[in-house]
């Protein structure tokens, strides 16, 4: 079964430093991969998504993730962290490539916290 | 920007009672999604659902809950006889043919 594993479910950076948010995957081929965060209290906003194409995908706010089939991998990276990324983000897949499901399913998530 | 819209964003309700969640996918979406959260814990799949019909459900959704999609927009989660461990954040996504999940910002259901 496809599964995500997002190492560390608290990280903190300090303001300015860099974000890396790790995230590997589980799946007999590879699904379609993408971060959400969600802010205190608020519901989930798509911050990138990976389906096809470029490796290296870039999102909103700053952030971009790379595809690595061979480390079966889709980190999410910042280079300089802003207090207003303190949020909680999970990486979720879409194992299948066809069908009338497609769910996604969902990492632990992992707590960004963001030191002045 | 088009948007998912659930309501209530609050509900309370006593042990035992039926509850209906609502949602309002984005109109030319195909696919349907139900996931809850409980607090502290990951995003879940409930249920999901293509052509007027539940394409998949997970093992959480048991006989207590059912969807509906009544009128062409609206898209419903009800649950039978709400439980202690019904109490979570409730998410309704829509999906069109691309990989676009959208959410709403979800139903905190508590039950007491």
């Known amino acids: 079964a496809q599964s995500v594993t997002q190492l560390g479910s608290h990280v903190s950076v300090s303001e300015g430093a860099l974000v890396l948010l790790r995230c590997n995957y589980s799946?007999?081929?590879?699904?379609?991969l993408f971060w959400y965060v969600q802010y205190p209290n608020q519901g989930l906003q798509l911050l990138l998504k990976?389906?096809?194409?470029?490796?290296l995908v870039k999102g909103i706010n700053g952030f971009e993730a790379e595809f690595k089939k061979s480390e079966t991998s889709f980190h999410l990276t910042k280079p300089s962290a802003h207090m207003s990324d303190a949020a909680e983000y999970f990486c979720?897949?879409?194992?299948?490539?066809?069908?009338?499901?497609?769910?996604?399913?969902f990492g632990t998530g992992t707590l960004l916290a963001v030191q002045p | 920007e088009p948007e998912v819209t659930q309501t209530p964003s609050h509900q309370v309700t006593q042990m035992g009672q039926e509850v209906i969640l609502r949602c309002v996918p984005i109109?030319?979406?195909?696919?349907f999604y139900w996931y809850r959260q409980i607090l502290g814990q990951k995003v879940e799949f409930l249920v999901s659902?293509?052509?007027?019909?539940?394409?998949?459900k997970s093992e959480i959704f048991d006989d207590q809950f059912s969807v509906e999609r009544p009128d062409g927009s609206n898209f419903t989660l009800k649950i039978r006889s709400t439980k202690l461990e019904d109490s979570a954040m409730y998410f309704c996504?829509?999906?069109?043919?691309?990989?676009?999940?959208?959410f709403g910002s979800g139903t905190r259901l508590t039950v007491v």
């Open positions: 799946s007999s081929v590879p699904p379609y």
């Open positions: 996504a829509s999906r069109g043919r691309s990989y676009g999940y959208t």
């Open positions: 109109s030319n979406h195909l696919y």
């Open positions: 979720a897949v879409s194992p299948l490539r066809g069908g009338a499901t497609n769910k996604l399913i």
């Open positions: 990976y389906t096809t194409g470029a490796t």
């Open positions: 659902f293509y052509n007027n019909e539940i394409s998949e």
